[in-house]
């Protein structure tokens, strides 16, 4: 599992980290990025729907931009700053 444009990682350190710790996180708590995007069924033991591989890139790319200099600077409008 992993994003679009990784081939940025190795000029930009904070896309990468971002990027890796998504995936983590996701692979750690035993989530699934559909049930975040999309959320629990009513039983709460499976997604509602499940995301294509194309879509979970797409999620995964999004957290990535985050770390980029445009993301960052949304952010800060926004009112959050990523820590160093």
């Not at 996701?26 to 959320?39: A, F, P, Q």
């Not at 009513?42 to 797409?58: C, V």
Request: aromatic letters at 8%; a negative charge; glycine letters at 8%.
């Amino acid at each position: 599992m992993k994003g679009f444009n990784t081939h940025r990682h190795e000029s930009n350190p904070k896309e990468k980290e971002l990027h890796d710790k998504f995936i983590e996180h996701v692979s750690r708590n035993h989530d699934t990025l559909s049930r975040l995007v999309l959320g629990s069924s009513k039983d709460d033991n499976f997604p509602k729907d499940y995301l294509a591989s194309r879509e979970e890139k797409i999620a995964i790319s999004a957290i990535q931009w985050l770390g980029s200099p445009v993301g960052q600077g949304f952010l800060r409008d926004c009112g959050y700053e990523l820590k160093e």
